[in-house]
């Protein structure tokens, strides 16, 4: 088989959450532990940082491994889902996985796919952990898939656990509270090992201190030590339309770092700096010790670096066009503040979501100022457009559904004017569609 035909195959024997939902997503670490062992277990092969959270886990992610990378280090990269292309998921300084590893891979281990009949993501995972310790990366930054104690990830034991911002998502698999959430990607904390928790949220620290001393862990909330504010010395993107912020850094209150560029404009990237800044200190001492200039040269050449894509990316100007991938009540109320700060004429939101989402809450958060353009992604989990329409219309947003992103995008570009914004989300999987985002330098 070519590539092409040996995703093809994958997508068809292996059952995968991203394109059908809960029916691709096994619970427990069997599956992975079987293959891991199958393959002389690669996980104890490499050093890790282990990162889970409901919102900015990827974009923690992709900063860690930047930074670690400018220091001088061979780091692999795990995340998932991938926007375009099977290959971003797994990286090592940055390069996507050759497409001919893939198949010579799967050509190898099909014998261990019949016997054992693993999920996507647990093949995933397998051939990740196999390729950084073939590369013998110096440290591997893993994305966990959704959760965290059940996630197939889990098998590692990291140098550092981060854990993100805690909020609603896959209530169905993970819990309907906020602290039933945070158990399960409190799951990741391993006995001994330095957890960093990113964001201090009431509502669900006693989980985290509670796992924490159970496993005897250092816990440590890094925004009660870090904080990043928008550097007074330039102008805030929001307001310019930059692909880039400018920040102040303090630590306990003092100054620490000033004018730090960060290649990413989102205000929510604030929100993941502190736990990111606090996951290298914790690294320092571990034999992973990070310069300054490592520091800002990462933080600011994030994308390049490491291929990050669909975080307030800003695809166009005039009218000025931008995409984000948030998907549930927190990603999406900070990516609507945001919006909201920034100057224009007219709203016009490009909008798809999947069928397992909660979508009226979704709906109730959006402005009923804005002109909709209701879409679906290529994939099966996608809520149907016309659907979509009729859910939005029926609180009061104004709109009409258009089917393929690509036609929705071009509706909503042809018709705004230059002072206009056009905002495409709602999905990664929307997302994942729009052609000018892999035109992004």
Known sequence: MNYSETLAWLYAQLPMYQRVGAAGFKKGLGNTEALAEALGHPERRFRSVHVAGTNGKGSSSHMLAAVLQSAGYKVGLYTSPHLREFTERIRVNGQELAPDYLVRWVAEHRDLFDT?????????????????????????????????????????????????????????????????????????????????????????????????????SPLWFADQTWEARLAASQPDPALTGAASQVVDITREYRPWLRDVTLGLPGDYQRLNLPGVLAVLEALGPLGLPVPEAALRQGLAEVTRLTGLRGR???????????????????????????????????LHLVLGTVNDKDVGTVLALLPQTATYYFCQADIPRALPADELAARAAAVGLVGRAYGPVAAAVAAARAAAGPEDLVFIGGSTFVVAEVAELYETP
């Open 116 to 216: 054992i009949q693993p999920s996507f993501f647990e093949m995933c995972v397998a051939l990740a952990f196999d390729y950084f310790a073939a590369e013998q990366v110096d440290v591997a930054v893993v994305e966990v898939g959704l959760g965290g104690r059940l996630d197939s990830t889990n098998i590692i034991t990291p140098l550092v656990s981060l854990i993100t911002n805690i909020s609603y998502d896959h209530q169905a698999m993970l819990g309907d509270t906020l602290p039933e959430i945070a158990g399960e990607k409190a799951g990741i904390i391993k006995p001994g090992v330095q957890v960093v928790v990113s964001q201090s949220q009431p509502e669900v620290a006693d989980v985290f201190k509670a796992k924490a001393q159970q496993q005897g």
């Open 312 to 346: 307030w990316s800003v695809l166009g100007h005039r009218p000025l066009v931008v995409a984000d991938t948030a998907h549930n009540e927190g990603g999406l109320r900070l990516v609507l503040a945001q919006l909201a700060r920034v100057p224009h004429r007219a």
